[in-house]
């Protein structure tokens, strides 16, 4: 089944200190994995995407398939990354519906001044 | 407003009321989703829609009835609502396989009385 694992409901940091949110899945097939934010009353918009290999707002993700994990890592917090995030799951294996995401139940980022 | 709007924005209802919660892309997407967001759980995927089609219904209650019209509108029907389904009520929208991600609505805050 799939399954997608955040283990910190919290985390804070000071500014300038790195920041690294887990997220840990669990998938049959070969999963596409995003990560998504909820800044205080915005709506929940799409981070960055691992297909692209991007760097969002100084974020990135490597997606290790030996360790089956996705973390978001940013070297220097900023305060405006204050938000929740919610690490989330694509496949198209067995027993997955087109296009559906499977959510993390989401880690809450604060950064301190 | 681009992307995907949904109103109202905020809803009030009573538990014999019936409401409808609207949903509208112009993104040109093909699949369209509700999920629910409650404070002490995760997002809960309620409903999926490709190509007009239902392709998922997650095990939800027969109180909460959906429409697909067409690929840009998707209604949430409400009747004999419980006060345990407030909660923030999210519409997405995707292209194909989602292995671009959602795009999310702002939500509608649902309080049941």
Redesign the interface.
């Known amino acids: 089944a799939q399954r997608v694992t955040q283990p910190e409901k919290l985390l804070s940091v000071f500014k300038g200190a790195p920041v690294e949110l887990k997220c840990n899945y669990s998938y049959s097939g070969s999963p596409e994995l995003f990560w998504y934010v909820q800044y205080s009353r915005q709506r929940l918009q799409l981070l960055l995407r691992h297909i692209s290999r991007e760097s969002i707002k100084g974020f990135t993700a490597d997606l290790n398939k030996g360790e089956t994990s996705f973390h978001l890592k940013k070297p220097f917090a900023q305060e405006e990354d204050s938000a929740m995030y919610y690490c989330a799951l694509s496949g198209l294996g067995r027993g997955s519906t087109l296009g559906r995401l499977y959510f993390g139940r989401g880690t809450q980022l604060t950064v301190w001044p | 407003e681009t992307g995907v709007t949904q109103t109202p924005r905020h809803l009030v209802m009573g538990m014999t009321n019936k409401k409808s919660l609207k949903c509208e892309q112009h993104l040109g997407h093909n699949?369209m989703?509700w999920y629910k967001q409650s404070a002490k759980k995760?997002?809960e995927?309620m409903f999926?829609y490709?190509f007009k089609e239902q392709?998922?219904n997650n095990s939800v209650p027969s109180r909460f009835s959906p429409e697909c019209p067409n690929s840009s509108h998707l209604f949430l029907h409400l009747h004999t609502l419980q006060p345990e389904d407030s909660a923030l009520y999210?519409c997405a929208s995707?292209q194909?396989?989602?292995?671009?991600?959602?795009?999310?609505?702002?939500?509608t805050r649902l309080t049941v009385v």
Do not use: I, Q
């Open positions: 699949a989703y995760p997002l995927l999926v490709n392709t998922e999210l995707s194909g396989a989602g292995g671009y991600g959602y795009t999310f609505g702002s939500g």
